[in-house]
């Protein structure tokens, strides 16, 4: 949802979504993130810019930030001599966070944040995922003061449904196509046409269109833009941190 009342969220509302995404099942126990609470209307003005100028970012009354944070855990393993300790000890080697451990805290980041978001809908509070976060890596860890192994990963604008709000389900594609029983299924050139056939009804061909079907022109919007590019380069850095450390 992006177009919010102008209400701001109450402290009782948004603490039940906190609440919530604080609840959310987590691996270990461990809570492997953070979450930054943005009322600023600063920063949001510089989010709606930095993630590829979406303007209604900066209407909304409230942005969450999830991060992963490995940055607390290992902190307090080096405040409480695990290092020393696993030097000294067989079969036991001390490790920076590697890659594995960015994955595991970003299921448990994002499993946080749709908690939120679950919670928040069922107090008539629409959101938006902002994907572009993960864009412009160097300078979001600046804007928050992110120290390493700690890293953004999804962005989420909160605002109550207008009163005439029409709450609208967009159509997911047919469960047989995502589904499956047992073991993966490759689909067919055939079962890939159908699962995809309402989307290819939208393409219109025209005289300044260079795709010639839905494919081609959803490639060259998403997959083959520049925000795209960005996106791969920042992704890119942001893994730097957790593999320099570990070869």
Same mark, same amino acid.
């Given at each position: 949802? +992006?177009?919010?009342?102008?209400?701001? %969220?109450?402290?009782?509302?948004?603490?039940?979504?906190?609440?919530?995404?604080?609840?959310?099942?987590?691996?270990?126990?461990?809570?492997?993130?953070?979450?930054? $609470?943005?009322?600023?209307?600063?920063?949001?003005?510089?989010?709606? $810019?930095?993630?590829?100028?979406? /303007?209604?970012?900066?209407?909304? /009354?409230?942005?969450?930030?999830?991060?992963?944070?490995?940055?607390?855990? *290992?902190?307090?393993?080096?405040?409480?001599? $695990?290092?020393?300790?696993?030097?000294? &000890?067989?079969?036991?080697?001390?490790?920076? /966070?590697?890659?594995?451990?960015?994955? !595991? @805290?970003?299921?448990? &980041?994002? %499993?946080?944040?749709?908690?939120? $978001?679950?919670?928040?809908?069922?107090? =008539?509070?629409?959101?938006?995922? %902002? =994907?572009?976060?993960?864009?412009?890596?160097?300078?979001?860890?600046?804007?928050?003061? !992110?120290?390493?192994?700690?890293?953004?990963? @999804?962005?989420?604008?909160?605002?109550?449904?207008?009163?005439?709000?029409?709450?609208?389900?967009?159509?997911?594609?047919?469960?047989?196509?995502?589904?499956?029983?047992?073991?993966?299924?490759?689909?067919?050139?055939?079962?890939?046409?159908?699962?995809?056939?309402?989307?290819? +009804?939208? *393409?219109?061909?025209?005289? &300044?269109?260079?795709?010639?079907?839905?494919?081609?022109?959803?490639?060259?919007?998403?997959?083959?833009?520049?925000?795209?590019?960005?996106?791969? +380069?920042?992704?890119?850095?942001?893994?730097?941190?957790? &593999?320099?450390?570990?070869?």
């Amino acid at each position: 949802m +992006r177009n919010y009342d102008d209400r701001d %969220i109450s402290k009782e509302d948004l603490d039940k979504i906190l609440d919530a995404a604080m609840l959310a099942p987590t691996a270990g126990n461990q809570m492997l993130y953070s979450i930054i $609470v943005i009322r600023d209307q600063e920063m949001k003005d510089k989010l709606s $810019v930095s993630c590829d100028n979406q /303007p209604f970012i900066k209407s909304a /009354p409230v942005l969450l930030l999830f991060v992963s944070d490995q940055s607390k855990w *290992f902190n307090y393993y080096k405040l409480n001599g $695990v290092k020393e300790f696993a030097d000294r &000890t067989e079969g036991l080697r001390w490790e920076e /966070p590697n890659e594995a451990d960015l994955m !595991l @805290s970003i299921e448990d &980041t994002m %499993i946080a944040a749709q908690n939120a $978001v679950i919670m928040a809908e069922s107090l =008539g509070i629409g959101s938006c995922y %902002i =994907g572009d976060i993960l864009e412009k890596y160097e300078y979001h860890k600046e804007l928050f003061g !992110l120290p390493d192994n700690v890293v953004p990963i @999804s962005l989420v604008c909160f605002g109550y449904y207008k009163p005439d709000a029409n709450r609208v389900h967009r159509k997911r594609f047919d469960k047989k196509y995502v589904v499956f029983e047992e073991k993966y299924k490759e689909l067919t050139a055939e079962e890939l046409t159908d699962m995809f056939s309402e989307n290819a +009804r939208t *393409f219109i061909k025209t005289p &300044t269109q260079t795709a010639d079907n839905y494919a081609q022109a959803f490639y060259k919007r998403k997959t083959g833009a520049a925000f795209s590019k960005e996106m791969h +380069r920042s992704v890119k850095a942001m893994l730097e941190g957790y &593999t320099k450390n570990n070869k």
